[in-house]
């Protein structure tokens, strides 16, 4: 299959957070209160690497 036919990849909730140093909880929670979009699959979530990507460049515009 040609690489632009190909899904993207697709990131679970531990990788999320992994990636991010935060807790899965921390990420569980974004998605459930709609700051962070994801996709259910079955009883799996799936989180767009570009969607992590914006949740944390608006995180960072928000004051402490």
Same mark, same amino acid.
């Given at each position: 299959?040609?690489?632009?036919?190909?899904?993207a990849?697709?990131?679970?909730?531990?990788e999320?957070?992994?990636?991010?140093q935060?807790?899965?909880?921390?990420? +569980?929670k !974004?998605?459930r @209160?709609?700051?962070?979009?994801? %996709?259910?699959?079955?009883?799996?979530?799936?989180?767009?690497?570009?969607? +992590?990507? !914006?949740?944390l @460049?608006?995180?960072?515009?928000? %004051?402490?």
């Amino acid at each position: 299959m040609p690489e632009d036919t190909k899904l993207a990849r697709y990131l679970t909730p531990p990788e999320a957070a992994d990636l991010t140093q935060l807790s899965v909880k921390t990420i +569980l929670k !974004a998605i459930r @209160e709609g700051h962070l979009v994801a %996709a259910r699959v079955g009883n799996r979530v799936r989180i767009r690497p570009d969607a +992590l990507r !914006a949740w944390l @460049e608006r995180a960072e515009g928000e %004051a402490l």
